[in-house]
């Protein structure tokens, strides 16, 4: 397969490296427990497809190369490096990343008010998406949970030596089909790392979160649960159902402060199953 090279000027060529770096997510499309989340093209038959696509060609209108290929990646993402359109990238520059959405001028709305990338994430990076729970749980960690963190470091690690062979096997090349042949290569190798991240996040991390949850709830119906009870019981519901639950409960000295806040979220059904 042979690749074009588009001539551009040095400071369209930093405008679009710099572009290809930003992180952030929107759309549940894939879930894994921990979640994971992959990007999902924006529909066609939606009417922020248009306003993305004006708001991509106005950011390229300097440009002197068509960007296309990037809006198209922007309108329906890559799930994979192995992705043709991003082997293509990366048969140009081994350390392509993933197109991102270009920076919407500070004071500018969005037409009609509707921001077509708000929330995107690149769904290709070794990190997983900001998470955030929406009820009180103790054993939760989000973005600072050390185990994930380990997971995306050695992503991170094992994609820039994918990066690197790639860079040694384009030394040896004299023409686009080698290129590309190194190109794809290093995308399988980008795969595998992200692939091997996925399994550190939804195995061994997910083991370490019930381990941690069966200990937590253990404690609690052996320590706090009987006291929770009570308490409910003497604290009516409506306004002031919160500080009179948490001095009865600190009065008790039978509850942690994170109990304490187990019993004000979850009552006392914290560990029981869901009905």
């Known amino acids: 397969m042979q690749c074009t090279v588009v001539r551009m000027r040095p400071s ?5 490296v710099l572009s290809l770096t930003a992180w952030r997510c929107s759309r549940p499309a894939i879930v894994r427990s921990p979640e994971l989340r992959i990007s999902s ?6 009417p922020s497809r248009d306003a993305a696509i004006a708001l991509v060609d106005a950011s390229s209108r300097d440009a002197e190369a068509d960007a296309g290929p990037l809006s198209a990646l922007l309108l329906d993402p890559a799930r994979s490096w192995s ?4 082997v293509a990238l990366l048969a140009v520059d081994c350390d392509a990343r993933h197109p991102s959405p270009p ?6 709305e969005p037409e009609d008010g509707v921001d077509p990338f708000e929330g995107w994430q690149d769904p290709l990076s070794c990190a997983g998406e900001h998470e955030q729970s929406c009820t009180f749980d103790p054993c939760f960690e989000g973005d600072s949970d050390p185990c994930k963190t380990e997971c995306t470091r050695g992503c991170d690690q094992c994609q820039s030596r994918c990066r690197g062979s790639c860079g040694e096997c384009r030394q040896g090349c004299q023409d686009d089909a080698c290129r590309q042949r190194c190109a794809t290569r290093c ?3 980008l795969d595998e790392c992200s692939a091997t991240r996925d399994r550190c996040a939804t195995g061994v991390c997910a ?3 019930a381990a941690c949850v069966a200990r ?6 052996r320590t706090c649960r009987s006291a929770c009870a009570s308490c409910q019981r003497q604290c009516e519901d409506g306004e002031g159902h919160a500080e009179c639950l948490t001095r009865c409960l600190t009065r008790s000295r039978r509850c942690t402060e994170t109990q304490r806040q187990i019993c004000g979220w979850h009552g006392t059904n914290y560990g029981e199953p869901e009905r």
């Open 41 to 46: 093209p924006i529909d066609a038959s939606s």
């Open 216 to 221: 937590s709830v253990a404690e609690w119906r």
């Open 187 to 189: 995308g399988g190798c």
């Open 103 to 108: 920076v919407r001028p500070e004071g500018e």
């Open 83 to 86: 992705d043709p359109r991003m």
């Open 12 to 16: 369209t060529a930093l405008a679009i």
């Open 207 to 209: 083991r370490r979160y």
